[in-house]
Nanobody
Framework: QVQLQESGPGLVKPSQTLSLTCTVSGFSITTAKYYWAWIRQPPGKGLEWIGYIRYNSNTFYNPSLKSRASVSRDTSKNQFTLQLTSMTPEDTAVYFC???????????WGQGTQVTVSS
């Protein structure tokens, strides 16, 4: 059974860097053709794709966040991480990690983790 679990701080100060980790169990993140994504949902708004890392370590980002976002992975721990720099209150959201078999084909999700940006 594929399971994803986000972990990281729930509160970040403005200008700080957010670092979130997604731990995957039941499936290897190096399995061919799969994408490992970060997605967020601000309060009262829809889902926003942040970026993903492919099975071959290639990365792709939402153009609106590309200058601040970085997705990496640790294959020895079967984890992938998100770093988002220069956080502002507008980055307050529930952050999800997810697996996709192709762009847009998200089939497994973590439960989500609330991140609040406040001083």
């Amino acid at each position: 059974q594929v399971q994803l679990q986000e972990s990281g701080p729930g509160l970040v100060k403005p200008s700080q860097t957010l670092s979130l980790t997604c731990t995957v169990s039941g499936f290897s993140i190096t399995t061919a053709k799969y994408y490992w994504a970060w997605i967020r949902q601000p309060p009262g708004k829809g889902l926003e794709w942040i970026g993903y890392i492919r099975y071959n370590s290639n990365t792709f980002y939402n153009p609106s966040l590309k200058s601040r976002a970085s997705v990496s992975r640790d294959t020895s721990k079967n984890q992938f991480t998100l770093q988002l720099t220069s956080m502002t209150p507008e980055d307050t959201a529930v952050y999800f990690c997810s697996r996709a078999s192709g762009p847009g084909g998200y089939d497994y999700w973590g439960q989500g983790t609330q991140v609040t940006v406040s001083s």
